[in-house]
């Protein structure tokens, strides 16, 4: 659980960040995969050794040539499309309005779950139904004409990150994954899609701009690539495959308040109703209680 509640601790503050930078939204998605796969090499080579497993090469911790390319896969879904499709919803919405209309993947990772294991249990789907409820009730639910596009590109990109999480989860549990390795080819199947994304789509001037801008943009730039990206997603996969669905739904949770009170402070002072926030606070960690490992039954 503590792996999960620090991966929303890293990402809650990004939501902010990439509103002020303004940098474009397929470039931003490739800068921070690409940086995110040189992170994780050098996490990977912390990872200790894994005993013997079907989807392990014998002499040693080696991914076999098959899982390696499911997890290419996999993170060009979770990680490359799913960036591409969230740096895009911040044309039409707010840094924190990005972070609110996340509220709905609870419902993706429980439901994606339940079609996994053929089952959908009743605790998690009510974890994930009330974590939800507590962040629609952090949203005012006046959904603006303009900002309708933002909301359906952020539910598409939740719906990437929902069916990656169950992915890697449903993976380890089937054969434990000595995780830091296998961040190595996820980020490296979201780092390719972003970047032919980039390639194809981003104009030569959007890329000159970027390079003139000042050192506060770089170090931006390196933040959301090597904490929230690459660190947050790799603790957040290894924390997946250790909980209920229930606690994975709602622990996702936990980014969303966070996100608004980082959003309140400078220096991007947004403003938010302070009561709301603090309601829905509460229901959120009542949903972490109700989907808890020792209130849900585990799926493993």
Same mark, same amino acid.
């Given at each position: 659980?503590?792996?999960?509640?620090?991966?929303?601790?890293?990402?809650?503050?990004?939501?902010?960040?990439?509103?002020?930078?303004?940098? #474009?939204? #397929?470039?931003? %998605?490739?800068?921070?995969?690409?940086?995110?796969?040189?992170? !994780?090499? =050098?996490?990977? $080579?912390?990872?200790?050794?894994?005993?013997? @497993?079907?989807?392990?090469? $014998?002499?040693? *911790?080696?991914?076999?040539?098959?899982?390696?390319?499911?997890?290419?896969?996999?993170?060009?879904? &979770?990680?490359?499309?799913?960036?591409?499709?969230? @740096?895009?919803?911040?044309? @039409?919405?707010?840094?924190?309005?990005?972070?609110?209309?996340?509220?709905?993947?609870?419902?993706?990772?429980? !439901?994606?779950?339940?079609?996994?294991?053929?089952?959908?249990?009743?605790?998690?789907?009510?974890? /994930?139904?009330?974590? +939800?409820?507590?962040?629609?009730?952090?949203?005012?639910?006046?959904?603006?004409?303009?900002?309708?596009?933002?909301?359906?590109?952020? &539910?598409?990109?939740?719906?990437?990150?929902?069916?990656?999480?169950?992915?890697?989860?449903?993976?380890?549990?089937?054969?434990?994954? *000595?995780?830091?390795?296998?961040?190595?080819?996820?980020?490296?199947?979201?780092?390719?899609?972003? %970047?032919?994304? /980039?390639?194809?789509? =981003?104009?030569?001037?959007?890329?000159?701009?970027?390079?003139? $801008?000042?050192?506060?943009?770089?170090?931006?730039?390196?933040?959301?690539?090597?904490?929230?990206?690459?660190?947050?997603? @790799?603790?957040?996969? $290894?924390?997946?495959?250790? =909980? %209920?669905?229930?606690?994975?739904?709602?622990?996702? &949770?936990?980014?969303? *308040?966070?996100?608004?009170?980082?959003?309140? /402070? *400078?220096?991007?002072?947004? %403003?938010? #109703?302070?009561?709301?926030?603090?309601?829905? +606070?509460?229901?959120?960690?009542?949903?972490? =209680?109700?989907?808890?490992?020792?209130?849900? !039954?585990?799926?493993?």
């Amino acid at each position: 659980m503590w792996l999960l509640l620090l991966a929303s601790l890293l990402w809650a503050p990004s939501f902010p960040v990439v509103k002020r930078l303004g940098v #474009d939204a #397929d470039l931003l %998605s490739a800068v921070r995969l690409g940086l995110a796969v040189l992170a !994780v090499w =050098v996490i990977a $080579r912390w990872e200790p050794r894994a005993p013997a @497993h079907p989807t392990l090469n $014998r002499r040693g *911790p080696r991914l076999t040539p098959r899982l390696r390319a499911g997890l290419v896969a996999l993170g060009g879904v &979770q990680l490359g499309l799913m960036y591409l499709l969230l @740096h895009q919803s911040y044309a @039409h919405l707010a840094g924190h309005e990005v972070a609110l209309f996340t509220v709905l993947t609870p419902l993706w990772v429980t !439901v994606l779950d339940g079609v996994a294991a053929r089952s959908l249990r009743v605790r998690p789907l009510l974890a /994930a139904l009330l974590a +939800s409820g507590g962040s629609l009730f952090l949203c005012r639910l006046e959904l603006r004409p303009e900002a309708l596009s933002g909301f359906l590109l952020v &539910q598409g990109a939740n719906l990437c990150f929902a069916l990656g999480t169950v992915l890697y989860r449903r993976l380890d549990l089937a054969a434990p994954l *000595p995780h830091a390795l296998a961040s190595r080819w996820i980020y490296l199947g979201g780092a390719l899609v972003a %970047s032919i994304a /980039a390639l194809v789509l =981003v104009p030569r001037s959007a890329v000159d701009e970027l390079l003139a $801008r000042p050192l506060g943009t770089h170090l931006a730039l390196l933040y959301l690539g090597l904490v929230p990206t690459a660190l947050g997603f @790799h603790l957040w996969n $290894r924390g997946a495959s250790r =909980v %209920s669905a229930g606690t994975l739904a709602a622990a996702n &949770q936990v980014k969303v *308040p966070l996100a608004v009170l980082v959003a309140l /402070a *400078p220096p991007f002072n947004e %403003s938010a #109703d302070l009561a709301r926030l603090a309601a829905a +606070s509460a229901v959120i960690a009542a949903a972490l =209680v109700l989907g808890s490992e020792r209130a849900a !039954v585990s799926l493993r």
